[in-house]
């Protein structure tokens, strides 16, 4: 049975099929499998660190320091293979501790010392970003092996590559989606953005979540730089400037309320397709200036609010008038 | 039958001239257009295409290598040509120009090079970053004639390759000569504002009459910087020398205004010669030289910079 | 508490003691590392020193965060006044460089601004779209237009009027300094001598309640993004003339976000009510002073933003209603009790009914 | 009223309670009982010292004297989920339970049935349905909480305190925003929680609903105990008198409606489709029109309507014989129309400025931001409310959101008699408030008809409505099916009214 609570959800696969069906009838080409395995691999790191954002929403917060810790995980990566010689997946271990921990760090002060997460995590950004710097300012190549196997590994067919970070990214929403639908932990992040002080009264423990979200958030940052550290061969400090904007712009699209406790994990995974959408057909066209691709991208953005704000206000006078009659029902039932 | 094997064969031979005509596509990235220097490498591009009947697929990628990427892929998927690319970074390619290889497409970079593999891409167009700084340090070498000179730098955006070239240029280029130091360095983001609002803070830091030049990454910074040298009541170009990159028009009409003393010149028509070798590569397969060097030109008081500037200032710097 | 009309006014200055004493305190490292800081001449017709600089310097996040202010105080936030002001400068130009004049260029640009702000206002106030993602849309496709009216380019001119406005003196002084100082004041005095300050405070705290005790939230909603919008065509005509060139592209870049912190700085809460436009100017010359340090300081550029992160996390802690509240109870241990806890501080649960 | 003996052991025992503020002593030495199996109340007015006791008891204060003891044992709850772990559930009056969430979620936060490291969903719909039908209800436990109505809600909030806790229940006001059959079925599940021997502590403003339930009470009075008494042994009088220290004045139920005045206020068939049926309604000066119904009935929405919250789609208005429309609320202002709403927090204080800003709200929104009131002006109306309507409170400057419930309620109709109404709409006037301002509120009711200001009064509360209206319109279904005049209001009257099918 197809409830109303997944109705954002449906709406957000609607468009994205509605959008591809669109799409593809001004471009055949984009029908390719080589555009979905594009849409998979260049999307990854972005879906990832959109996984984290969307429980950092949920709960009604908001982390704007994941483009920053990105690019720092990578400077990280490539600074420490070419400086050691430990291998990357030990330094994979590492930069993920880093990460996570900068995470629970930024979680901790923003339950502890009460303070707005969106201060929080500029604050963060910029540290992040700065520290990215202090490690180095150019853009410094990866190159060792295990990085060339890991490229390696894609699945072929008709020319379109479906690569490991893809696969990881696939990986990640599933993860996600399970952990918060059907995990206690998960169950919490919607409780606290139901409503802080209900969730805290019915016994969730505020602290331990919030830092955990903010944790998790840092930690998918870090996976999502490890996963374009992959991506791109190199760390660079000036990389993934605005992400946490993309990120958050899909997180909204896929359906979730910025004002927390209502979204699914899915819808992210649809917003995020549905972006990649947007930028390959922008592509496609060729013919927008670079002022006019900034202008069509913000129109889109707010044509998908537009749309997704319709349908909320529809299914809300929908429930509105369910609930008058269940209200009738009931007093006649007394 | 006979006539029917010449029109044939005739049509084979015409065909890459027909494709050339009519039928080529070229998908160009563009990293944005951060700068007017940007802007007018669009320009050009656009019209150097325009002008041998290319349709060119321009993707604006906002500053940000991974939308670089993804068009570069989205190139791919849709099969053009040819692809020209201004990476904004010079690391992370390999992957996406093997793809373009097992596609067939011959890859073209504009402005930057790239660390990959040579084979994988046909030609890098691309003016000498180092070199530039190395001429302007040259050029201050020569000015001063051994009198001792303190020099502030106002870089470009921090960890960007040309800030990083050009620094590495410049003191190459004054290395060994003790009379000129670099007191002060700051990055001014490439902007006029920025760099305005850094000069300001230096002039007050060392002193107007203790900076002697000024070396900026581009001229957009050099002409903010004139004025905040003005506001202090020192004549830029004079009491202080200013030698910066680009040769943007505004940089020409300072130096003929004598606000300014040298620029080293970067031409945004990397497209001509880019497509000159692509044409030639895809008519008869070509192959150009690895990397096409635009001339790194010194402008000083010396040039006709009046009418330079009338000359520049409709390309969309 | 915030200053206001209604009711004894309770002491202006202890609102503002805090960002005060951070003010001195960033000032006080900017004399660390460069011990002229405070020397001001008169050098060719204007006064020139490091601490014109900061007021010179600090005048677009500070004509910001006077509308950012009235934003925070209803709760909402407007990301996108760095795009207005990109937009703003270059419609400026583009008046002037068509021969028309500074007053005519000027207008062009409140009005560009205007239309901005009130796009935004009727997006959160008529379509009721939450104020981030509703300014969201214009942050990413503001500068888009601004490229548009431009063509891309710098547009130069060389108006001296508008010029003026920017890079100009009045009796020595620079222009911006005054303009903010004047736009400061003359808002300040708007909201707290009229009931204006009181009714967007109530919007902030309470919408609803608001508009049932007979409040206009909805047009009082759309006035505080159009202000907020004209404050920043105000910084982009600033920014603009200040280089006598509309950059499209990097002008007032991530500006919104050091407005917004200006006024968390300023000790107002980002979840509505209760504002000081003095506290956030304040904190609008308080960032000023910390990247007055950095530049001063002659550190490698590199380092700037790790500075400029850990004094503001320091600056922020400083000020978090927690610690507040453990300095307040550690007053309190005296009889006097005072009913003064933040008006930001979220522990409702913890009062006593 | 069941006989309850004491049984040797309290189940918890708190003694020697106290909890100071600066500046007060909130409580003061104060013991409590519980027994297993008996309905506790909790009683006093505000201010007494019931919430600091309950916070104390729930670990959300540290007590700063005195000892727990649950079952023998010394206890020291740190936080609510401390307690609720020691065996104290709370279900309050608002704030339960999380709307985004289904009421299985609801009902297992926390504590949800796992397999193999995951939520068994389906295992938690299938017990959270098992054990709602324990408390008699029969719903989807897979749907949204919102789907169900108030009463529902808070019964499965109390079957989530006790499958949590088992021990104690504690339930701070929870029948304030339910009407009588829900009330009932609310009592029903006390009662069983009862039979399980729990021991249930019971906190209301509605002594009749005390005497129903309840076996003992322990009266707080300025944060002391004044007495712990069996209740079948007391009167309502008698408990009143402890509450309030003082003789509480029978009600008057002065029938002798002066001289009607002319009809100020004419409803013609306004009405919303979805919302409400058209209804008329004419009201004079002079006059308290009641209006009863049950919950949902569409009392609410009358109200509503006419004061603009809610725009009509169809009908119309007129003051004094003119036509007037009525868009939104600011309209209604501008007529001197006045609306004091249901729900106190959401739709009536602006919780953070101080009271004097929250009285001054209405009258310098109708006046426009343009003219600021006065200072003087402001203090001069603040203050002469304060006093008219005994409002206490510390300070003007305090937020309004530290006073109590009845003195923010006075605080709002302050609010609205500030802007000297023609009009004054009071939803649910006497809600959730303790009974000395309760009876205040009645006495202001009666003195502003006197004055010749019309009124329209919503309430659950018949006897209430009985004692002030002078007529008394009887809503159903959104729909009005009566009006009662003169000698027709009473109690019963307005119960067959809402009991008949027909419309009138």
């Known amino acids: ?334 | 039958m006979k006539l029917k094997t010449t029109l044939l064969a005739s049509v084979i031979a015409l065909a890459p001239m027909a494709a050339m005509a009519a039928d080529l596509t070229i998908g160009f990235s563009q990293i944005g257009s951060e700068s007017g220097w940007r802007a007018a490498e669009t320009t050009v591009t656009k019209q150097e295409a325009e002008k041998r009947g290319i349709d060119l697929k321009f993707a604006d990628a906002q500053q940000k290598q991974e939308n670089q990427i993804k068009a570069i892929r989205s190139f791919i998927a849709q099969g053009v040509d040819a692809i020209l690319i201004a990476p904004v970074v010079a690391t992370g390619w390999d992957e996406v120009l093997e793809e373009a290889k097992d596609a067939e497409i011959p890859v073209v970079l504009l402005d930057r090079t790239v660390d990959a593999d040579e084979s994988l891409y046909l030609t890098a167009v691309t003016s000498d970053l180092v070199h530039e700084g190395e001429v302007a340090g040259q050029w201050l070498v020569d000015e001063m004639n051994g009198e001792d000179c303190r020099i502030v730098e106002l870089q470009g955006t921090t960890g960007s390759s040309p800030a990083i070239d050009r620094k590495t240029g410049f003191e190459q280029g004054i290395e060994g000569h003790d009379n000129l130091e670099i007191v002060r360095s700051q990055t001014g983001d490439f902007t006029r504002a920025q760099g305005k609002v850094v000069m300001e803070s230096f002039l007050k830091a060392e002193g107007g009459e203790n900076i002697c030049a000024l070396y900026a990454h581009n001229d957009d910074m050099a002409v903010g910087a004139i004025q905040a040298i003005k506001e202090a009541g020192l004549k830029p170009g004079e009491d202080i020398r200013i030698v910066a990159i680009d040769a943007v028009p505004d940089a020409h009409k300072a130096i003929a205004d004598g606000e300014m003393n040298a620029t080293i010149e970067l031409t945004p028509n990397m497209a001509g010669p880019a497509l000159d070798a692509l044409e030639a590569y895809l008519a008869d397969g070509t192959e150009p030289e690895k990397w096409i060097q635009t001339e790194s030109r010194l402008f000083t008081a010396d040039d006709d910079n009046m009418a330079i500037f009338n000359e520049k200032k409709d390309l969309g710097y | 508490m915030t200053s206001q009309t209604i009711g004894p006014r309770p002491s202006v200055l202890r609102r503002i003691l805090p960002q005060l004493v951070i003010l001195a305190v960033a000032l006080a490292l900017n004399v660390a590392v460069f011990p002229e800081f405070f020397q001001i001449d008169f050098r060719n017709g204007r006064l020139f020193g490091n601490l014109i600089d900061v007021l010179n310097r600090g005048a677009p996040v500070a004509l910001l965060c006077i509308g950012m202010t009235l934003v925070i105080a209803t709760k909402g936030i407007d990301l996108s006044v760095g795009a207005v002001m990109a937009i703003a400068g270059a419609v400026a130009a583009s008046v002037v460089v068509d021969g028309h004049g500074w007053g005519t260029a000027l207008l062009a640009a409140l009005a560009a601004g205007g239309l901005c702000g009130l796009w935004n206002g009727l997006l959160v106030a008529v379509l009721r779209i939450q104020p981030i993602v509703a300014t969201l849309v214009l942050m990413v496709a503001g500068r888009g237009i601004a490229q548009l009216v431009t063509e891309g380019k710098i547009l130069t001119f060389d108006n001296p009027g508008l010029i003026h406005l920017g890079a100009g003196t009045v009796a020595g002084v620079p222009t911006p300094i005054l303009i903010w100082l004047a736009l400061g004041a003359l808002v300040t005095f708007v909201v707290r001598k009229t009931a204006l300050g009181m009714l967007i405070e109530a919007i902030g705290i309470n919408e609803r309640s608001s508009r049932l005790a007979g409040i206009n939230s909805r047009v009082l909603l759309v006035c505080v993004y159009l202000v907020s919008g004209l404050c920043a065509a105000l910084a982009g005509v600033i920014v603009a003339a200040d280089i006598k060139g509309a950059d499209a592209n990097n002008a007032g870049l991530w500006l919104e976000l050091d407005a917004i912190l200006a006024v968390v700085i300023g000790g107002n809460s980002l979840l509505g009510g209760r504002f000081s436009i003095i506290a956030s100017l304040i904190g609008a010359l308080i960032i000023q002073s910390v990247n007055s340090v950095i530049l001063l300081s002659g550190l490698p550029p590199e380092f700037n933003l790790v500075i400029k992160a850990l004094l503001i996390l320091g600056i922020l802690v400083i000020q978090s209603p927690r610690i507040g509240n453990y300095i307040y109870l550690l007053k309190a241990s005296g009889p006097q009790p005072e009913p003064d806890a933040p008006a930001s501080s979220p522990t409702k649960e913890e009062t006593a009914r | 009223m069941t006989d309850t003996l004491t049984p040797d052991a309290p189940v918890l025992h708190a003694r020697g309670i106290s909890k100071f503020f600066p500046g007060t002593i909130a409580l003061d030495d104060v013991e409590l009982r519980l027994m297993p199996g008996e309905v506790h109340a909790l009683l006093g007015e505000n201010g007494a010292g019931k919430s600091t006791l309950i916070k104390c008891l729930t670990g959300a204060y540290r007590r700063d004297a005195g000892t727990m003891l649950m079952d023998g044992q010394e206890i020291h709850p740190v936080s609510t989920a401390d307690s609720q772990r020691l065996g104290i559930g709370t279900v309050y009056q608002e704030v339960n339970l999380l709307p985004n969430l289904t009421v299985a979620e609801n009902l297992f936060l926390g504590r949800q049935p796992m397999r193999g490291g995951f939520i068994a969903r389906r295992r938690m719909n299938e017990e959270a349905r098992a054990v709602l039908a324990g408390y008699g209800l029969r719903i989807d436990p897979a749907e949204p909480l919102t789907a169900y109505s108030v009463a529902i809600q808070q019964v499965i909030a109390i079957a989530r305190a006790v499958e949590m806790s088992g021990k104690v229940l504690i339930l701070d006001e929870p029948t304030a925003s339910l009407d009588h059959d829900e009330v009932q079925l609310l009592f029903d599940v006390i009662r069983q929680v009862k039979a399980r021997g729990l021991a249930v502590v019971f906190i209301t403003h509605f002594l009749d609903q005390v005497f129903a339930i309840s076996d003992r009470a322990t009266v707080l009075r300025n944060g002391r105990v004044v007495g712990e008494c069996l209740l079948a042994e007391m009167t309502q009088r008698d408990v009143v008198t402890m509450m309030l220290g003082r003789q509480l004045e029978a009600r008057t139920k002065a029938r002798d409606v002066g001289p009607a005045g002319k009809t100020l206020v004419e409803i013609d068939d306004l009405g919303k489709r979805g919302m409400m049926a058209p209804f008329s309604l004419n009201i004079r000066e002079g006059e308290v029109v009641g209006l009863a119904g049950l919950l949902g009935s569409g009392r609410t929405e009358t109200a509503n309507l006419i004061f603009g919250v809610e725009p009509a789609d169809q009908g119309r208005i007129a003051l004094r014989g003119q036509d007037i429309s009525i868009k939104n609320p600011r309209d209604a202002v501008a007529h001197r129309f006045a609306l004091c709403p249901e729900d106190r927090k959401i739709d009536g204080i602006v919780g953070d400025l101080s009271v004097r800003d929250n009285i001054i709200l209405a009258l310098q929104a109708r006046q426009g931001w343009m003219r600021p009131i006065p200072r003087a002006k402001v203090e001069e109306i603040a203050q002469s409310y304060v006093r008219a309507l005994d409002i206490r409170l510390a300070s003007l400057d305090m937020p309004i959101r530290l006073l109590s419930g009845g003195n923010q309620q006075k605080a709002l109709l302050a609010r609205w008699l500030a802007t000297n109404p023609a009009f004054l709409i009071l939803d649910e006037p006497t809600r959730g408030i303790d009974v000395g301002a309760h009876a205040e509120i009645i006495a202001l009711i009666e003195q502003l008809r006197a004055d010749g200001m019309a009124l329209l009064v919503a309430s659950s509360e018949l006897e209430e409505l009985v004692a002030y209206s002078t007529r008394v319109v009887v809503l159903r279904d959104r729909q009005q099916v009566r009006e009662l005049t003169g000698d027709q209001i009473t109690p019963d009257n307005i119960i067959n009214a809402i009991a008949t099918e027909e419309v009138a």
């Open chain 1, 1 to 334: 049975m197809i409830r109303s609570t997944h109705l954002p959800l449906l709406i957000t696969l609607a468009t994205f099929v509605l959008a591809y069906a669109l799409c593809a009838s001004a471009y055949p080409a984009m029908l390719s499998l080589r555009v979905v395995a594009n849409l998979l691999t260049d999307n990854a790191f972005l879906g990832i660190a959109a996984v984290g954002m969307t429980f950092v929403i949920l709960s009604g917060g908001i982390d704007l320091s994941i483009g920053s810790v990105i690019a720092f995980t990578g400077v990280f990566l490539a600074v420490i293979l070419r400086e050691t010689s430990i291998h990357p997946l030990a330094a994979f271990a590492l930069v993920l501790l880093l990460t996570t921990a900068f995470g629970t760090a930024m979680g901790a002060t923003i339950h502890y010392l009460e303070m707005p997460p969106f201060i929080v995590t500029l604050a963060g950004m910029f540290l992040a970003r700065g520290a990215a710097y202090v490690l180095s300012t150019e853009s410094v190549p990866i190159t060792h092996e295990f990085y060339d196997t890991l490229q390696g590994l894609y699945w072929k067919i008709d020319g379109a590559r479906f690569r490991l970070i893809g696969g990881l990214m696939v990986l990640t929403f599933i993860v996600g989606a399970l952990v918060a639908h059907r995990t206690r932990f998960g169950q919490n992040v919607y409780a606290l953005g139901g409503g802080e002080q209900a969730a805290k009264l019915m016994g969730v423990p505020v602290a331990r979540t919030t830092i955990g979200i903010y944790a998790v958030s840092g930690g998918l940052a870090g996976l999502s730089g490890i996963v374009f550290s992959l991506y791109t061969s190199a760390g660079y400090s000036l990389a993934t400037v605005g992400v946490e904007l993309d990120a958050i712009a899909a997180v909204v699209i896929g359906g979730t309320l910025l004002t927390g406790g209502y979204g699914f994990v899915a819808g992210t995974f649809f917003g995020i397709l549905i972006m990649g959408l947007i930028q390959t057909y922008i592509v496609f066209d060729g013919t927008l200036s670079s002022w006019w691709t900034k202008i069509v991208i913000g129109s889109l953005l707010f044509a998908f609010i537009l749309l997704q704000k319709g349908l909320t206000w529809a299914a809300k006078k929908r429930a509105a008038q369910a609930r008058m009659r269940t209200a009738t029902g009931s007093a006649a039932l007394s």
